[in-house]
C-alpha cells in the first residue's frame, strides 16, 4: 500500500531524500529558451557562500614622453579599483502532495507503486522546474540590459549601472521608413561604442547581437537597404523550414538581429522585448555576464558546498498527520553584468 511514510527515510534521508531528488531534477528534458541555451553568453561560477564580490580596475594607458639621459623616468600611475560586495537571491517554489492524490494512483503493469509515486513527483517537479527556467530567461533578458526585475516586473533586484557608477546610455532611435546609409549607422552607433566600451575587453570570435520586438523587426527586414540581405537569408531558411517567416534572424552590418519571441506569465508580466524596442550586446566577451551559483545554505545537506543550479527537497507534513508533503525547487544566484556600458538600446521611429 503507498502511504506518506514513504517520504519519511533514516539517517541516510531514504529514496525521496532531498539528495537524490536533486540529482534526479538533473535528468527532465527540458527545451532552453533563447538566451537560456546561448552558448558564450553566460560564465556560470559555482561559489560556496551567498556573498560574492565584484572588483572593477579602471585600466588606462598613456604615451611615454621623451626624457633627458639621466633625468627622472616618468612615474607609472595606480590604477583605480573599485569592489563591490553583493549578495545571491533565492528563487523558490513548492507544490503540495496530499496523501488523497496518493489514494488515487494506481501501480500500472510492473511498475511497483514506489516507482508509481515517484513517476508523480517527476511530474511535478517538472512544473516547477519550468517556471525556474521562465525566470532564468527574464533575469537574463534583464542582465543583458544592465537591470534585472522581481517577479512584479517594477521591483529592481541588481542595476548594475547604478552599482558602477555608470549613465546608461541614451536610447538610439531607427526611423526604418526614412533611414538611409543603415550600415554606416549601425557601425557608427552600435558598433564602435560597444567596442571602445569594452576597451582591450573585446576578443576575436565575440559577435554583437540585437534582440528586437516585433514591430522594430518588421520596420527593420521592411527598410529597402537591408531588405534584399534579409530576403536572400529567409530565401534560404525557408528551404529547412516554413516557420523561418514568423520569428527569424539573420546578419546584417555585423550585427545579427534576432526578433525575440516574447511570451507573458500568469500575472501578466512580460517576458521578452517590448514591440517597438530593441537591445543591443556583445557575446564572446569572456565573464562579461556571470551566473553566481551559490549552495542552498536552508538544507543542512548542502552548506558549504558549491552552488548547483537547482535544489529539490520534500518536508513531510510537521503535525503528524502525514496529511501532505511539499515538494520544493530553490535556486540561489545573482546575474552580473561587469560591463553595463557596453549594452545599448534602440527603439522604432527617430
Known sequence: MIGMDIFRGGAAGGAFSSISLTTAIRDIKYTPSLLTGMPGLVSKVPVYTEKFAVERMADSQRLIPVTERGAPRTRQTRNRRNIRDFRTIRTAKVDELRAVELANIRPFGEETGLEAVQRELMLRYSRLRRDHELTEEYRLLGMIQGKILDADGTSTL???FTEFG???PTELGFNWASRAGV??????????????ALQGR????????ALCGDTFFDGLTSNSEVRQTYLNWQAAQELRTGLAKAYSSFSFGDVEWVNYRSATDSNSVSVGIAADKCRFFPVGVPDMFQKIISPNDEDL???????QEYYARQVPDPSGYNAYVELSMDAFNAHVCTT???LLSGRAGA
Open 158 to 160: 541588481y542595476d548594475w
Open 166 to 168: 555608470i549613465a546608461p
Open 183 to 196: 550600415a554606416e549607422y549601425i557601425r557608427t552607433n552600435v558598433i564602435r561604442p560597444i567596442l571602445n
Open 202 to 209: 573585446a576578443v576575436p570570435g565575440m559577435r554583437i547581437m
Open 301 to 307: 545537506n548542502f552548506v558549504n558546498t558549491l552552488g
Open 340 to 342: 553595463p556600458e557596453a
